[in-house]
């Protein structure tokens, strides 16, 4: 089946930082979203993307479908910002999800 | 508008038992697909269910059965619970199988 998977596992930032985290796929997808999961587990959808760029104020998303990526850029990032990332590709109608992100952000 | 809603939001349970989850989609959704997330890892498909039938199936053992209710409402049980069952377990709601998905703040079940 198809393989998600999120580079860095793991991402420590200084609050004002710019970061980007990717997310590689195995096989030609329709769709890739990128989540932001809350300390409370609930997952929100911040993008649908399945190629081409987005921006929502200090998020943005790009994905090159033809070379299996993704990309997801925090600019000015703030401790609300912290928690997990994670990308997912539809397939068949379910989401496969990569393993995640963690994103630590510091005051 | 209410977003999806997942009760309990957490239970506790012993090896063998069974347990029931229960999940309210958003308003104007139809569909229910319902994922496990164990600790550190990304959420992983269980099942889907539309105009009250399953849909689709992940690689989950027929332990982790389901129903959706006319009101499009959904349950999750699980029997012969066993350790490995403890997870984060999320209910996400969509319309006529979209997509995008909307996800409630699931129930954590811990398995002594």
């Known amino acids: 089946g198809i393989q998600v998977e999120q580079s860095p596992p793991d991402l420590i930032l200084q609050e004002g930082a710019n970061s980007t985290l990717r997310c590689n796929f195995s096989d030609s997808v329709n769709n890739l979203q990128w989540f932001h999961q809350n300390p409370w587990g609930q997952l929100i959808n911040l993008f649908y993307?399945?190629?081409g760029t987005k921006q929502n104020g200090r998020l943005s998303a790009t994905t090159v479908a033809t070379e299996r990526y993704s990309l997801l850029y925090i600019s000015s990032s703030q401790t609300t910002d912290s928690g997990v990332y994670f990308c997912?590709?539809?397939?068949?109608?379910?989401?496969?999800f990569g393993q995640g992100t963690t994103l630590q952000v510091k005051p | 508008d209410a977003g999806v809603t997942q009760s309990p939001t957490h239970l506790i349970k012993t090896r063998g038992q069974q347990v029931t989850l229960r999940c309210s989609p958003k308003?104007?959704?139809?569909?229910v697909s319902w994922y496990q997330q164990a600790l550190g890892q990304g959420p992983q498909f269980i099942f889907q269910?539309?105009?009250?039938?399953?849909?689709q199936r992940g690689n989950f053992p027929d332990r982790f059965s389901g129903h959706q209710f006319p009101n499009y409402s959904s349950e999750l049980n699980v029997n012969a619970l066993l350790l490995g069952d403890s997870a984060l377990y999320l209910c996400?709601?969509?319309?006529?199988?979209?997509?995008?998905?909307?996800f409630g703040s699931g129930t954590q079940l811990s398995v002594l």
């Open positions: 993307i399945p190629s």
């Open positions: 996400a709601s969509s319309f006529r199988g979209e997509e995008k998905l909307f």
């Open positions: 308003s104007g959704h139809d569909t």
């Open positions: 269910y539309y105009e009250e039938e399953e849909r």
């Open positions: 997912a590709v539809t397939v068949t109608g379910k989401l496969i």
